[in-house]
């Protein structure tokens, strides 16, 4: 069946260091949307990306979606404790409205 | 809009126990979706609803555990008997539906402790 994978599995850096997290599908998406879940929470819906190569920012963080629409990637400038959390990237799959999740990428920050 | 509503937010139970987890999804959201998220498994969707009617369960992991959505305003899951193993915290999620529109909007959760 459809696989998302996310790498890294877990990613500590300091405060001010930046910080990628890459999103891999087996098959072409028609979207990829990107969650954020923070410690004891539950996920929020970040961005959604559409187009082919297409690039948007939020702040700090600036997110792609490849040109073959399979892979994706978050990137966080500068990072701040408020970044805390587990990344999820996720694509609709196998019709209706079911999204896939990827595998997550947890972020800490360290002061 | 209130959100996603889940009920009971923290449920602690004994083995064997029947177990019922609630969800009100967002006022005119048409598919509703049940997950269970765990260290070891991450996050697992468990089925899910579009217009009230169950279009996949595949994920639910086996009998022990059953779903409803007697209307477009409620919905829930079951356990029964439950075990040690199911201890999880389990997502509602909702979404309006349709081409670009799989945005799902999570409610707090349950966290299950099954003892």
């Known amino acids: 069946g459809q696989q998302v994978m996310q790498i890294p599995q877990y990613q500590h850096v300091q405060e001010g260091e930046d910080f990628t997290t890459y999103c891999n599908s087996s098959?072409?998406?028609?979207?990829i949307q990107w969650y954020k879940q923070r410690p004891g929470g539950h996920p929020v819906f970040l961005i959604q990306?559409?187009?082919?190569?297409e690039v948007k920012k939020q702040k700090r963080l600036t997110f792609q979606f490849g040109e073959a629409k399979k892979n994706s990637s978050l990137h966080i400038t500068a990072t701040q404790t408020t970044d805390v959390g587990t990344y999820f990237c996720a694509g609709p799959t196998g019709g209706g409205n079911k999204l896939t999740f990827g595998t997550g990428t947890q972020l800490k920050v360290e002061l | 809009d209130a959100g996603v509503i889940q009920s009971p937010r923290h449920e602690v139970t004994e083995m064997g126990q029947e177990v019922t987890l609630r969800c009100k999804p967002i006022s005119g959201h048409n598919s509703l979706f049940w997950y269970r998220q765990t260290m070891m498994r991450g996050l697992e969707l468990l089925i899910y609803?579009?217009?009230?009617?169950?279009?996949?369960d595949s994920g639910m992991p086996e009998d022990r555990f059953s779903a409803k959505m007697p209307n477009a305003s409620f919905s829930t899951l079951k356990i029964q008997p439950s075990e040690p193993r199911d201890s999880a915290v389990y997502f509602c999620?909702?979404?309006?539906?349709?081409?670009?529109?799989?945005?799902?909007?999570f409610g707090p959760g349950t966290r299950l402790l099954v003892l």
């Open positions: 990306l559409v187009k082919s190569g």
């Open positions: 609803f579009n217009n009230n009617v169950p279009i996949d």
């Open positions: 098959t072409t998406l028609s979207n």
């Open positions: 999620a909702s979404s309006l539906g349709g081409d670009h529109q799989e945005t799902q909007y």
